[in-house]
């Protein structure tokens, strides 16, 4: 049984089908990348998926429970996360302020406080500004304390959001390496990513979106090589 599926999807924005009877499944340990030009649905369904939005048709499984019609926090209980697009730290709050709310679900401080070690093992530059207000960070910075806060649920599934957009390569290679140690923890990993070369080369399997519409899935190696993908999304 697939950790997450997703079957006949469908999003409207009032009368614009944005998503339509899009269906996907995300396997216990793999990392799935949803690739696609912008403006083809890919951050409407990690919204749709994470309940942040409603959908008009389809369902959504998680662990083998109906999460079609849950609200975002309940499904964040049930142990998905999901670091959205554009960062949405609390500027005003500390660092360290931000990633104790990402463990809002959870009551035991010591676990709370092992967890934390991790984070700060994962991303030691948020440990030297723990104290900082998060809005004066930088951009990757930023990015990192998203990550952090997401982590700090103890997820088994984490939705990513455009992580790199924005940064500079040294942060975009930072950022894909710690995706890479999510992954090799344990955790299963959904990406909506703009750079696909750089998703498809750490993803296991991917699945590309036109216009709310899947258009190919497969091996993520085998897309690489996939000469429509090559002109479409990786500039080759």
Do not use: C, W
């Not at 005003?92 to 679900?105: D, F, S």
């Not at 982590?151 to 992580?163: A, F, G, K, N, T």
Request: glycine letters at 8%; charged letters at 25%; hydrophobic letters at 40%.
């Amino acid at each position: 049984m697939a950790m997450l599926e997703v079957k006949d999807l469908e999003v409207n924005y009032g009368v614009i089908k944005a998503i339509k009877g899009v269906s996907f499944e995300v396997n216990e340990g793999e990392v799935i990348s949803l690739i696609g030009a912008n403006g083809a649905g890919k951050t409407t369904i990690l919204h749709a998926v994470s309940g942040l939005i409603n959908k008009a048709a389809g369902s959504v499984t998680f662990e083998g429970k109906d999460i079609t019609k849950l609200p975002a926090h309940k499904i964040v209980y049930m142990g998905m996360s999901h670091v959205p697009e554009g960062r949405r730290v609390f500027a005003q709050l500390t660092v360290l302020e931000n990633l104790k709310l990402g463990a809002y679900t959870r009551k035991d401080k010591t676990e709370i406080e092992e967890t934390l070690k991790k984070v700060y093992k994962s991303f030691p530059r948020l440990e030297e500004r723990k104290n900082q207000l998060a809005g004066t960070l930088s951009g990757g910075e930023q990015q990192m304390l998203a990550m952090g806060r997401a982590l700090m649920s103890h997820p088994r599934l984490i939705l990513m959001d455009e992580p790199s957009m924005g940064l500079s390569p040294i942060f975009v290679e930072e950022i894909f390496n710690i995706i890479k140690e999510i992954s090799a923890s344990g955790t299963t990993v959904l990406l909506v990513e703009q750079n696909a070369k750089k998703a498809l080369s750490i993803s296991d399997r991917a699945y590309v979106l036109e216009t709310g519409n899947i258009t190919l899935s497969g091996d993520a190696k085998t897309l690489m090589n996939d000469e429509s993908v090559k002109k479409a999304y990786l500039g080759e």
